[in-house]
């Protein structure tokens, strides 16, 4: 038998999640919601904490973007088919509910004590005011430029340049070439994976 604070992070599932993701064209896997558009995929994860027992559950909402072009140049060791439903961790720009929202990393509690009506207008307005909000945002190949160049977007080394280059948007992936030349970081520790990059974007030094 289920305890009161799995019964509730069920209902936060289905009468939060589900019911307000699956009308926007989201399919469910676990605890994963993804849609698929035509440039690109949405990816939203509720992310149990591993420090949790069945009678007091934590857990943060991860938002994920999946971009086919990205996936297939940085994952290459897979067989170059794309997966129809990707995780959260492949995503190739990550960011959670606590930096979209509260400034600080998120994380929600769920007990018998807890006021799951309170809990669960929460969740709802997380998805309807600032997730969904961003998915809106982020929707075709140029909103995932201009995201790019948004100083607030999470970064890895070389995922702007894969993408500039992926999306033939060349004179764009010169110049984040060009700065990453000048990283110290990357210069002393990837720069043979950067001069893969140059050659394989025909970039020049």
């Known amino acids: ?13 289905k009468d939060c999640f589900q019911a307000t993701l699956k ?13 698929q558009l035509a440039d690109l995929g949405q990816i939203i994860n509720v992310q149990k904490s591993a420090y949790y027992s069945k009678d007091h559950i934590k857990f943060t909402i991860n938002i994920g973007l999946f ?16 997966p129809d439903f ?3 961790p492949v995503c190739a720009i990550r960011i959670r509910i606590g930096k979209l929202r509260y ?11 807890t006021d799951i009506l309170e809990l669960k207008n929460e969740t709802i307005e ?20 201009k ?10 080394h070389f995922l702007k340049l894969i993408i500039l ?19 110290s970081y990357v210069s002393r520790n990837m720069n043979s994976v950067l001069l893969e990059y140059r050659d394989k974007y025909r970039l020049t030094d």
């Open 147 to 156: 995201l790019l160049d948004d100083e607030t977007t999470p970064l890895t």
């Open 126 to 145: 997380n998805l309807e005011h600032y997730i969904i909000p961003y998915f809106e945002r982020s929707k075709t190949k140029a909103d995932i430029v």
């Open 165 to 183: 280059g992926e999306y033939k948007e060349f004179e764009r992936a010169q110049e984040e070439y060009n700065r990453l030349r000048q990283d």
């Open 1 to 13: 038998m289920k305890t009161i604070a799995e019964q509730y992070f069920d209902l936060i599932i």
């Open 86 to 88: 990707p995780t959260e």
């Open 23 to 35: 009308p926007l064209g989201f399919k469910k896997k676990g605890n994963n919601f993804y849609r």
């Open 67 to 82: 971009i086919p072009e990205y996936w297939l140049v940085h994952f290459n060791y897979h067989d170059g088919i794309v």
């Open 103 to 113: 400034g600080i990393d998120k994380w929600f509690d769920v007990n018998q004590f």
